[in-house]
């Protein structure tokens, strides 16, 4: 493969990403979810052909619009073709008289719509949260079953039967992508949010074996957030401040590991890494989140970030703020994660000593998957009263239930310097 086609291999790979997803959607819009499968075929054909043509001809002055005319032009040749898909199809699907109604479907605030109808359709309340995840991966992200299991640490068959599953039950309920009302979209607007969060998670702390980030999750989730704003019948203060907490996480990515790929503390970061463009867009949506009437737990994680953000240093960190939201934050939904979070602020705040009193009453109340976290915090506090052999046996607990070799390394390395604190002591 010479250089162009290289070059035009990584345009067409950048677009997938962007544009796969809107239009698998307005496919399935147009097809009806009974013939998702169908959609994505067509999707994945019209990249095939741009992967053809683009080297010879030149990638198009709006790749973009490009890409979204050829699809169209497939799905029509497909409706007029298959009389099986237009029985299924809805409706008004006319395409033999007339061609306009799917013309209208690919405008650009059509295609909006439908990806938000999709958004909501994945989150159909009875499968589960994981599926729901891989469903918006799978058809709004254009994510493999491999990537996907790469990413939700699942092997590609599962993830497969899994879709199946998935698709199957929302496919008994729903022949068409449904168009959703006020009123459902109401009541699934927070689970809807919860995803999107889930699915930049799972990308800021990837499990795949090479790299820390995946950054492909995080912009989707980005993106389908941003798609959220457009909503005219919810307050939509707690998008706002989920978009505000991700870019702001988003800024550090750069700062978040040393030269070898070794996880970075906070407080060991450079900050002049951060990014000020991602920062400056976080307080935007943090301003816009406060002209809510409601206050959301995006709301108090959105300040709990801007508060690390706008320190200079970690040392000058204002931990009493970020400890009077962590008090709200459990009140509204406690959990013993949150609790723990809570405690370690608090032993910045009151000193390290109160700190592992605290952690007393949380041992054994956090799940196997998390356990990790409360052994690295009590190690941490160890470490900073001078404790470093005792440090060291916690973080060696914490690594042997480390889920990943990125967190392994990190706590190994904190063992290392226990070791040479210990030195420097004696």
Not at 27 to 39: K, S
Not at 108 to 113: A, G, N, P, S, V
Not at 309 to 332: G, V
């Amino acid at each position: 493969m010479d250089r162009s086609s290289h070059s035009t291999k990584a345009i067409v790979d950048h677009l997938f990403r962007e544009e796969a997803g809107k239009m698998t959607a307005i496919l399935i819009r147009l097809f009806g979810f009974g013939n998702a499968e169908l959609a994505e075929d067509i999707v994945q054909e019209t990249f095939i052909t741009a992967l053809k043509n683009w080297p010879m001809k030149g990638v198009p002055e709006k790749p973009s619009a490009w890409l979204m005319q050829v699809a169209k032009n497939k799905a029509i040749n497909v409706i007029k073709r298959e009389q099986l898909i237009r029985k299924k199809a809805p409706a008004w699907i006319e395409v033999g008289e007339d061609e306009s109604a799917i013309e209208n479907l690919f405008h650009h605030q059509e295609i909006k719509d439908s990806q938000l109808n999709m958004l909501f359709t994945c989150c159909y309340p009875e499968i589960k949260e994981r599926e729901q995840l891989m469903l918006i991966l799978k058809i709004l992200g254009g994510f493999s079953y491999a990537e996907i299991g790469s990413a939700l640490l699942m092997k590609p068959e599962a993830v497969k039967k899994a879709l199946y599953r998935a698709r199957k039950e929302i496919k008994n309920h729903y022949v068409e992508l449904p168009e959703r009302s006020p009123q459902e979209a109401l009541q699934r607007v927070d689970t809807v949010l919860k995803a999107i969060y889930l699915l930049f998670n799972e990308g800021y702390k990837t499990s795949y074996a090479n790299k820390l980030i995946n950054v492909d999750l995080c912009f989707t989730a980005l993106r389908l957030a941003h798609l959220m704003t457009s909503l005219t019948y919810d307050d939509s203060g707690r998008v706002h401040a989920l978009l505000a907490l991700m870019y702001f996480q988003s800024a550090r990515f750069s700062a978040r590991s040393d030269h070898q790929s070794v996880i970075l503390d906070l407080k060991d970061q450079d900050r002049s890494k951060w990014s000020r463009e991602l920062i400056n867009k976080g307080f935007n949506h943090l301003k816009r989140s406060r002209e809510s009437k409601e206050l959301s737990r995006y709301h108090l994680e959105s300040t709990i970030a801007s508060v690390h953000i706008q320190a200079p240093s970690f040392e000058e960190t204002d931990w009493k703020l970020i400890s009077t939201c962590y008090e709200r934050l459990i009140n509204m939904e406690p959990s013993p994660i949150i609790e723990l979070n809570y405690i370690v602020v608090l032993s910045y705040l009151r000193g390290a000593e109160l700190g592992l009193k605290n952690l007393e009453k949380l041992q054994g109340s956090i799940t196997q998957e998390k356990e990790y976290f409360f052994w690295a915090a009590k190690a941490e506090m160890n470490a900073r009263l001078g404790k470093f052999g005792l440090a060291k046996s916690y973080y060696q607990v914490a690594s042997d239930l480390a889920p990943s070799d990125f967190d392994e390394t990190y706590l190994r390395r904190k063992m290392e310097e226990c070791d040479l604190q210990n030195l420097s002591k004696n």
